[in-house]
């Protein structure tokens, strides 16, 4: 009900390319966070990230695939104010892992996923 098209028979949606951390890997995730918001790219978030791979799950299905941090969200475990961690994901024993980590924190394998909103011109 929330989607209703245009016109009978016709649906309308948005392709916007995105990078599932290649982009920023070795970046920290709030490095990379600014990076992207400096040239108009979409950190992504967990929820985001978490939809993407449900569609796309081979993304994530062997240990030589890069970890994706979701900076587009910063976390405090302690509710103290103080936004320092980032949700990632990671492959480790035959399934997909969840977890968050320091937001400062540069590591080799990890890089933050993001979108080119407004790359294409859309057309009719």
């Known amino acids: 009900e929330a989607l209703i098209p245009a016109e009978e028979g016709k649906l309308r949606f948005f392709v916007i390319p995105m990078n599932f951390g290649k982009k920023y890997q070795g970046f920290s995730p709030r490095n990379a966070r600014m990076d992207a918001l400096d040239i108009d790219t979409m950190p992504l978030d967990p929820v985001s990230v978490t939809a993407l791979l449900l569609g796309w799950p081979e993304r994530q299905e ?29 492959f480790l024993v035959g399934k997909l892992e969840f977890d968050a980590d320091a937001a400062d924190d540069a590591y080799a394998r990890y890089g933050t996923a993001v979108a080119f909103p407004g790359v294409l011109p859309l057309a009719d």
């Open 62 to 90: 062997k240990f030589e695939n890069s970890v994706i941090d979701c900076s587009g969200a910063e976390y405090s475990w302690d509710a103290d104010g103080e936004w320092s961690y980032v949700c990632y994901f990671y």
